[in-house]
């Protein structure tokens, strides 16, 4: 898989969802889609299948951590629904990422990727020493984490994308950033607040956008998404 835009359907039904995808049903290229955990907990495993149904790739984003055996067996379950990306928490440690890719495997030796959530944004210094005892700089343990994954054999993390040069630097050039925060250069943030525009994500090395609001909100969802595309891949 290339460089691509990934839609965030973050919408509570799949009525709602498939509203939304039936715009697109003329274009060729069906839109990489994400699906999260309110999705997912709302109509289950058949979201998946139909939305893969209707031809389109899909990132199920359910951010798995618990003991390495109940996530290799919870990676089974969603290795069989054919998702192309899947991911957890890196802090769930390298067992649970190597358990994690055990059960993803499939019999023939294929798997969805796997990508690693580091440190959640809404993570600060402040909240990361008080809460969670962890006194290094922020940025040093995101890439602790982004580097234990590689070491773990995954394929990615989900990352800032000014934060995706850093972690090609330190993981190689194929190790997948996977960024959300993208915002045209002229929308507004909302409640994000580190952006990037496509075009930026794209000149700075992300290998995959993820777009919500920007698209999902838009007058016509459809030219915004082609115009994603336009600054991400051209
Ligand atoms: O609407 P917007 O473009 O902000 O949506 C971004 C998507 O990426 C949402 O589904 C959000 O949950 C997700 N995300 C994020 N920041 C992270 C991790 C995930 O915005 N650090």
Not at 101 to 106: A, H
Not at 130 to 145: A, C, S
């Amino acid at each position: 898989m290339g460089r691509d835009v990934i839609v965030a359907c973050d919408f509570s039904s799949a009525e709602a969802t498939f509203s939304f995808l039936d715009k697109f049903s003329g274009l060729e290229k069906k839109p990489f889609v994400k699906i999260g955990m309110e999705l997912y907990y709302a109509e289950g495993p058949d979201i998946v299948r139909e939305i893969k149904r209707r031809g389109h790739k899909i990132f199920l984003d359910l951010k798995l951590h618990d003991i390495p055996n109940t996530v290799k067996k919870a990676m089974a379950v969603l290795s069989r629904l054919d998702a192309d990306i899947v991911n957890l928490h890196a802090a769930g440690t390298t067992a649970m990422m190597k358990a994690a890719l055990e059960g993803l495997t499939r019999e023939d030796g294929t798997r969805p990727l796997l990508i690693a959530v580091t440190q959640l944004t809404s993570t600060d210094q402040e909240s990361m020493e008080r809460d969670l005892l962890i006194e290094k700089p922020i940025d040093e343990v995101v890439m602790h984490y982004a580097v234990t994954a590689k070491n773990a054999g995954l394929d990615g993390v989900v990352c800032s994308p000014l934060e995706a040069r850093k972690v090609h630097d330190a993981c190689g050039a194929g190790f997948l950033t996977v960024t959300p925060g993208i915002r045209f250069a002229e929308g507004e943030k909302g409640d994000q607040k580190r952006v990037m525009t496509p075009a930026d994500a794209k000149a700075i090395g992300s290998d995959y956008i993820v777009v919500g609001r920007p698209i999902t909100a838009a007058a016509d969802p459809v030219a915004a998404y082609e115009r994603c595309l336009r600054e991400f891949t051209d």
